[in-house]
């Protein structure tokens, strides 16, 4: 005898309710994302702002102090980086021919199709650094963003307070509070790797005497952010630039890179990591290859942030449900 099964009404509902809430998911993920960007600049950004308004500044002129802090850096970052990169490039593509006839006589290499192939260098390294910097669109969108994140987050809890009541606003708030420290404590964590890779390279290489120290630890530093790929991408125009100078400079150069990304990627990241955000080297790998297996390289970017969020969401809910079970 078949059985028969019976669909509440509810369930029907509910269950459009979910699929309609996931396909709206689907359609606005790139909001979504740009949020979720912003929250972490605020999170990030945050503590210097109540630093400021701690000193009476208005919160809207401390907002803007900080803002022209971080625009100024980074400004002088890449305006020190980029033309450097670019002379350094030329000169190399000018002096390879010169390059090879002395150093492979005997080899048999198409000079001029080589030179051909290696110009576009130095604009392709323009290409590349103007185009992470290139959607103004998206960089406005997150600035401003971040900056109403930043104004109305003491309206939070009335906001809240209205909507839940009391008590369920300052669980929420409880749990947004500890993945704005968390989120800060990776941003800072992330900064303070960038600052020692730089550190690193500009040191190794001030010890090889290459030219352009400066500038080519800067990009290193920059590129710290975007994990695998950017040491590697960062070490090409160093490559380059010793390449013209020597093949000993450029092969010692090859063995500072390695050497320090698996510096990097063995011990400075999970140590920090661990130390900023609480996670341990293991849980910060496997995150990241996760990340970055799901959605590339944005994906490895974002792969931590994501699971401190995940983390204190699903940690909050099971810390609910274990006190309404002893309650019971």
Do not use: C
């Not at 002088?76 to 990169?85: D, G, Q, R, Y």
């Not at 051909?116 to 969108?141: C, D, M, R, Y």
């Not at 792969?303 to 969401?313: E, G, K, R």
């Amino acid at each position: 005898m078949a059985s028969k099964i019976e669909i509440s009404s509810r369930t029907i509902i509910f269950t459009v309710i979910l699929l309609a809430g996931i396909w709206l998911i689907v359609q606005i993920r790139d909001i979504l994302s740009l949020l979720f960007i912003s929250f972490i600049l605020m999170s990030a950004l945050r503590p210097f702002v109540e630093s400021l308004t701690g000193h009476r500044v208005p919160r809207v002129i401390a907002i803007l102090i900080v803002y022209g802090i971080l625009f100024g850096v980074f400004g002088l970052s890449i305006a020190s980086t980029v033309p450097s990169l670019v002379n350094q490039s030329t000169r190399l593509v000018q002096e390879l021919p010169i390059f090879i006839n002395q150093m492979l006589p005997y080899w048999n290499v198409d000079v001029r199709s080589l030179t051909q192939q290696i110009a576009p260098i130095g604009e392709n390294l323009i290409k590349l650094t103007v185009g992470i910097f290139s959607n103004i669109i998206t960089t406005l969108a997150v600035l401003v963003f971040a900056f109403y994140l930043l104004l109305e987050r003491n309206h939070t809890e009335s906001f809240l307070t209205s909507f839940t009541g009391d008590d369920a606003a300052e669980k929420i708030l409880a749990v947004v509070r500890q993945i704005e420290g968390r989120l800060s404590a990776w941003v800072h964590g992330q900064v303070f790797l960038m600052i020692v890779i730089g550190v690193f390279v500009y040191l190794g290489l001030i010890l090889l005497h290459m030219e352009f120290a400066l500038p080519l630890a800067i990009l290193a530093g920059l590129l710290e952010i975007v994990p695998t790929i950017g040491p590697i991408v960062s070490a090409i125009p160093a490559v380059l630039v010793a390449l013209s100078i020597s093949p000993i400079l450029a092969l010692s150069v090859i063995a500072l890179y390695f050497i320090i990304q698996q510096l990097e990627n063995n011990l400075v990241v999970p140590l920090v990591m661990k130390k900023s955000v609480g996670l341990s080297p293991l849980v910060t790998i496997i995150t990241v290859m996760i990340g970055a297996r799901l959605a590339g390289i944005v994906g490895a970017i974002m792969a931590v942030p994501t699971f401190l969020v995940l983390q204190a969401i699903v940690g909050a809910i099971l810390l609910e449900a274990g006190g309404e079970s002893k309650k019971v």
